[in-house]
């Protein structure tokens, strides 16, 4: 019983190293510039519940243009 065992780890070790490696890759589709950035962060920081002039700015900004 234990040779079926044994045979069958053998059998699906061989099969896994077998395979072949996939290549994984990666396509930057987008890119936001620093100001994007910092708009997100602060409008981010609006809805966190800071509640200074940047983060209102921010998050009337992102209103205006449909975001939120």
Known sequence: MTNKWDELARQMRESALGKPEFEVLYEKVYEPSEEQKKLYFNAGRWSGGSRDF???E????L???GEF
């Open 54 to 56: 940047t983060a209102r």
């Open 58 to 61: 921010a998050m009337i900004k």
């Open 63 to 65: 209103q205006q243009m």
